[in-house]
Nanobody
Framework: QVQLVESGGGLVQAGGSLRLSCEVS????????MGWFRQAPGKEREFVGG????????YYADTVKGRFTISRDRAKNTMYLQMNSLKFEDTATYYC?????????????WGQGTQVTVSS
């Protein structure tokens, strides 16, 4: 079982930056892949990116590649999503997630989400 708690959401102007955090706890997660997803009102949940907790390798959706960066601090058991050059269409609830698989879009454990609002 893995527990995930997001924080860091808020209101930011277009072109600005924001960093989300995801505190991870539980069993066996150190061999897992952690990821970020988002869901805007009226839209389906969208994959943002993922990171191998042990190695640090990352993969991203094309919509955020070059603007968003995922990292993790193993000592703090925390994953981060650094979001730069934010656009109005980045407005969504952002969720962190975990899976024992690598390079997948299907995740098994989820946080409660944190709201990000980008004003135009």
């Amino acid at each position: 079982q893995v527990q995930l708690v997001e924080s860091g959401g808020g209101l930011v102007q277009a072109g600005g930056s924001l960093r989300l955090s995801c505190e991870v706890s539980g069993q066996n997660f150190r061999s897992y892949t952690m990821g970020w997803f988002r869901q805007a009102p009226g839209k389906e949940r969208e994959f943002v990116g993922g990171i191998s907790w042990s190695v640090g390798s990352t993969y991203y959706a094309d919509t955020v590649k070059g603007r968003f960066t995922i990292s993790r601090d193993r000592a703090k058991n925390t994953m981060y999503l650094q979001m730069n050059s934010l656009k109005f269409e980045d407005t969504a609830t952002y969720y962190c997630a975990a899976t024992p698989s690598w390079y997948t879009y299907k995740y098994d454990y989820w946080g409660q989400g944190t709201q990000v609002t980008v004003s135009s």
